[in-house]
Structure formats: structure tokens, C-alpha cells
């Protein structure tokens, strides 16, 4: 179990936009940063960075939180994994204590996978090292390929004895259950006994974004005509071969920082071209290029160059790949490497400079390299002519941006040397074509119609957030009171949710700011007449708004809320600088997505563009003794406007029966209305 001192020194260290950097391409957006979301399909960016509060959010799944939480949930790793990954990344020692029955109890099937798969790494990588049979067949192969020892190193490259169970029976004995050999794929049962799969190959470790391995690619290298030869993992619960690309580990942050991704094949042309100094490549691991694949990239750049060998399978390979990575709204180059030349070769007889000369000067637009590559098979012959132009337009047609695909309907008109107007028309009705097939198969796949009866209206809530801000108000028709809380005649909005969690956002940003607050009391003058005094004290904003709810005898009615409310309020008294650091490291899990929820709302201006669109959301550019006290007295008004409506329902409607009563402490109440209604300087509208 991973010591306390550990975990506070990875919370401080760690910073949310390095760690989050990794995975996703981050653009300064102000003090924050923005990208596409890695939980969801986009091209819009919704996902925000704050490194000033330490906390992301995810607008389109509504996912947030810190550092640890972010690796938990998009790379599956447990709590301890991530405080682990994090440590090694900002080279923190870790330090141990005793991990008891029950916590060893918790690790899951999944993890337990993870784990196998990570020994076998280092079981494959030390074989190679130092066993004799390693050094002479794995460690002669890689030298031959070129590879140093630190390459060898970088991607652990190892190598699986010719033994039929070396593996298994060394990870049986270090204590890794069978059926967790077999879920990974790297022990094959049989009913007498199981054997190794990747027995006498040598072996490249295929890992995720994260750095954690999910399965294996093994090569062999006798003459075996019956034999594969390169072999993969299958499918599993943690290894997906077309959501994955070999050597994504150790290209992202080389992607992100250049904003391009060179695309190969084979797992020599990554390490390959790595070990020339160029990183940000990864390979489709000689399957298909997938959406899914390309998505992993569009994470950390928009920009792709895809390089193929010099031969006529190497061309159809890129050519397929084109379309899908159009479709995904990303930029394609090609770069073809000269016949009888691959990825690998080219770069191992290639200086570093030259290299990169070469990729610079020979990536084409994908329009240009259409044209170059399949005007030689058309050459004179009109007709072949017209069917490249139409594949070409095709291409265009796939892309999602209309400005785009108008500036590549020029350009090919340009070098084809054909109408603008006539390719225009061919690119409406293969568009309309793809929206037909669209609608028919959308149709297909909906339900047959179901009756309903009708419903009455349904009670909704509303979120919180400012009613004049676009970004969190009502829509159009609602009336509200105060700064939150509205209603609309066919739909109740929970206005006392918005009020409790605009105390809870209170706490989290002002907290611990010292303000002074007025204080109102009544006092005797000289002759005895009470009269009400108003003066200027100083509070901090915690102190003012729990002393204001305990004088008033209130208590959060939203469970969620009334539990951080009492969270927030221990934290200030035992701490007396807060840090929200410090105060997001201790948080519970149970209240770290509302809190995230709840600081990062006014990123969504930064993530939507309002100003851009002409809409301006109305700025905080209130005091914060102001925003407290409103808050406040909105809050008061609320509960005492609850009270008169109920003490009206409770009217007795025969006129023989007295509601003196009543009526004079609704008369009173409502005076108390008209009070908050001076202290907020508007009208308020009673609770209906």
C-alpha cells in the first residue's frame, strides 16, 4: 500500500495540464486550456483544463476531476496505478506500507490482466538480455536490425524461449493465476496441458496512451512455411487490435508538440525511425487503418502523414486509408518512400538530416498525390481520366468542412484542368448520395412506432448557474426572482437546488477571502426606542455564510450539497490558508465530480465561444460581499416565500371560520419580502 507522504508529494508535484498534456493536444484557451474530449467522439472541443484550480472537465460526457481521476478514468487504472504512474513521471519515490487481505481483495479481473501482461513484458524483455538462448537468437536479430540497447530498452523488446511453457510455468510459480494467462492470451489450454502462445519469437510489447500493456506482436524467425509470421494477441478485455496503434506510448508527446503524426505499418518502421530521432510515428500494427485508431490520433494532433512502402500493395494501402481519415474531419499528406524501399530500410541507411529532408520535401496533399500516383495509369486514355477525377472528388467528399472541401474542389480543378463548376456539381450529388444512404439506413435501424398515452407534465430541476447567463440560464419565457430560481407555468424548477449549490460554488471560490459584511441588529437609544442598526464587521465569507444559515436555523436540503457544505466547513476551520489543492488531494471521491462540476461552470464561455456568436454572458463583476450577501438574502427569501404560499393553501375557504390568523402572519411575511426586496435593491415575486 502506497504511503500517505507518497500520495501528498504526487498531489503537490503534479500538474493537471502536464499529465492530461500526455493525451490530449491542449490549446491555450486564456489562463485554461481546451481540447478534444478523449472520452467521446468530437471535432468541436469541449474539454477544459483549469491549471489554476488543478481540475478538468469533460462538457460532453460530463466527466471531471484532478490528475489521479483523469488517468482512472481514461486509461482504466485504480487509484493506486495512477498515483504510481504519476510518481514515476515526476521521478518521486515511492514509499510502501503493508497491503492488507481486503485491499489485495479488490484488485479486478481486468487489473489482474493488466498485471500478467506487464510481467510478461519484463519476462520477455529479461530473456532476451540474459539468457543464452535470448542473446543468440532474439538479441542477434534486433542487432541486425540496427537497434541499440537504449532502443531495445525504450520499446522493452524481448524474446519467448522455444520452450512450449517457459512463460507459463515461470509466471504460475511467481504466483499469477492460470485463467488470467489464458483471458490474455499468452497461454493457449488444452485439455492435457497448456502451452505458450508466442513460443521461440521475439517479441514487441504493444502498449496505450498510458504506457500499459494490453497484449503482444510476435515475430518468428525459422523458415516455418506452417507458421505465421507475426502473430498477435486476440482479443480481449483489455486489448482491442483496431483501437489500438503500436508505439502511441512513446510517439505522444512528440505528436502533440510537432502537431503531426507520421503513420507506418510495421513495428520496425516505429522503432526504426525512432531510433533516428524521429518520434511521433506509431503503426496501425498491420491491420486496417480503423475510426477508432484514427481517433487515438486526433486526440493529439489534426495532422497526419501517412508513409508507405515504395511498392504496389504499399500504394493500396494508402490509398484506402485516405478517405477514412478525411471522414474523421483531419488533414492527410502522403510521402512514398522510393521502389524496394520501406519505412524501416529507408530510415536505417538514412542520416537524421536528410531523413527529414526527405519526409518534408516528398508528403503531398492527398490531392496532389492522387493526382501524381494514378495520373500515370490514366495518361491519354479519357476515360481512366474521368474515373481518377471522379475517385478524387470522392475524396473531398468525404471531408466534414464545407470551406475545405471548397478549397480542394479548386485545387483539383486546377491540376486536372477542368471545370470548377463541373466538379462542384459531382460533389452535391455524391454528398446527397452519402445523406440518402444515411436517412435509409437510419430508417431501417429506428423501431416501429409505439403508442403512448399522453403524460401529465413532468417536474423538472433545474442545475444551478445564473439565470441572464446563456450559458446556464432558462430558455426564453421564464421569470425568476433574484439571481436563480424560476418557474414556468407547465414546468417547476427546483429553485432552492440552484440557491444551495451557488453557496456550495461561494465556499469553493472565496471561502477563505476576508470581507467586510453588514451586520444588522437592533439597539435601545437613550429614550428606549429599538430601532434596526446596520454596521460594517469583518468576516470571512465561510464564517459569514455558516453563521447566517445557523442564525436562520438552515439546514441544505439537498443531501449532496448539505454534505460538502459540511465537508468545506471542517476544512476551513482546521486549515487556516485553504488551498483548493490541498482541498481537492482530501476529497472523497462521492463529492469530487459535483465540486469539479461546480468550478469549472464558467469555463463553458471559454468552450462554447459565446462572445464569438455575438451572445455576452453577464460577467461576475459584482463584489464578492455583494455576491455573498444576495446569495443570502435570495436564499432567505425563498424559504419565507415558501411559507406564505403554504400558509395560503392552508386557508380555510368557509367563510364562517376565522383566518385572522393566518392572514396577518402572511401580511407579515410579506412585509419581510418586501425588506429583501430593498437589501437585494429589485422586486422579488413570492413563490407560487
Known sequence: MISQSTIDAVFETARVEEVIGDFVNLKRAGSNFKGLSPFSDERSPSFMVSPAKGIWKDFSTGKGGNSVKFLMEHSQFTYPEAIRYLARKYNIEIEETEQTDAEKAMTDVRESMY????????????????????????????????????????????????????????????????????????????????????????????????GRVLGFGGRILTN??????????????????????????????????????YLVEGYTDVIQFNQSGIENVVASSGTALTPDQIRLINRLTRNITV???????????????????????????????????????????????????????????????KASILMNEAKNDPIKKADLIRDMVASISKIPDRIQREVYVQECA??????????????????????????????????????????????????????????????????????????????????????????????????????????????????????????????????????????????????????????????????????????????????AQEVTNILMEDEKVVIHDWEGQNIFPKHKNVTIEQNVSDTIFSLRWFLVSKIIHDLKNSLITDPQDDNSEVLSMVVDYSKLLNNFSKKLGRVVVPYH
Open 115 to 210: 498485471l500478467v501482461s506487464e510481467f510478461a513484458k519484463d519476462y520477455f524483455h529479461k530473456t532476451l538480455l540474459n539468457s543464452e538462448e535470448g542473446k543468440a537468437i532474439g538479441l542477434s536479430y534486433f542487432k541486425e536490425r540496427g537497434f541499440t540497447n537504449e532502443t531495445i530498452k525504450k520499446f522493452s523488446l524481448g524474446y519467448s524461449p522455444e520452450t512450449w511453457d517457459a512463460l507459463t510455468k515461470e509466471a504460475l510459480g511467481k504466483g499469477y493465476k492460470l485463467e488470467f494467462l489464458e483471458s490474455t492470451g499468452l497461454t493457449i489450454p488444452r485439455e492435457d496441458r497448456s502451452f505458450d502462445r508466442f513460443k521461440g519469437r521475439v517479441m514487441f510489447p504493444i502498449e496505450s496512451m498510458s
Open 224 to 261: 516455418d512455411k506452417k507458421a505465421a509470421k507475426y502473430l498477435n494477441s486476440p482479443e480481449s478485455d483489455i486489448y482491442h487490435k483496431s483501437k489500438v496503434l503500436y508505439g502511441i506510448f512513446q510517439a505522444k508527446q512528440s505528436i502533440a508538440k510537432l502537431n503531426n503524426c
Open 414 to 591: 486546377r491540376i486536372m484542368d477542368i471545370s470548377e463548376q463541373v466538379l462542384v456539381s459531382t460533389l452535391a450529388q455524391l454528398i446527397q448520395k452519402d445523406i440518402a444512404e444515411a436517412n435509409k439506413k437510419q430508417k431501417q435501424e429506428q423501431k416501429p412506432f409505439e403508442v403512448h398515452r399522453n403524460q401529465p407534465p413532468q417536474t423538472g430541476t433545474f442545475s444551478g448557474g445564473d439565470p441572464e447567463d446563456p450559458r446556464t440560464g432558462p430558455p426564453e419565457g421564464y421569470d425568476y426572482p433574484g439571481d436563480m430560481g424560476y418557474e414556468e407555468p407547465s414546468q417547476k424548477v427546483d429553485i432552492l437546488y440552484g440557491f444551495e449549490r451557488k453557496v456550495i460554488e461561494l465556499l469553493l471560490l472565496y471561502g477563505s477571502v476576508e470581507e467586510d459584511f453588514e451586520d444588522v441588529f437592533l439597539k435601545a437609544d437613550e429614550e428606549g426606542n429599538v430601532k434596526e442598526v446596520s454596521e460594517k464587521r469583518k468576516y470571512k465569507v465561510f464564517e459569514k455564510i455558516y453563521l447566517s444559515l445557523q442564525e436562520d436555523e438552515i439546514e441544505l436540503s439537498n443531501q449532496l450539497f448539505q454534505d460538502i457544505f459540511k465537508n468545506l466547513i471542517n476544512f476551513f476551520n482546521q486549515n487556516e490558508v485553504f488551498s483548493l489543492d490541498k482541498y481537492l488531494m482530501h476529497l472523497q471521491p462521492e463529492f
Open 307 to 369: 508513409l508507405f512502402d515504395g511498392d504496389a500493395a504499399g500504394l493500396r494501402a494508402a490509398i484506402r486509408g485516405i478517405d477514412l481519415i478525411l471522414e474523421e474531419g483531419m488533414n492527410v499528406r502522403v510521402c512514398a518512400f522510393p521502389d524496394g524501399e520501406d519505412p524501416d530500410s529507408f530510415a536505417r541507411k538514412t542520416p537524421h538530416d536528410e531523413l527529414v529532408a526527405y519526409l518534408e520535401n516528398n508528403s503531398k496533399d492527398f490531392i496532389q498525390f
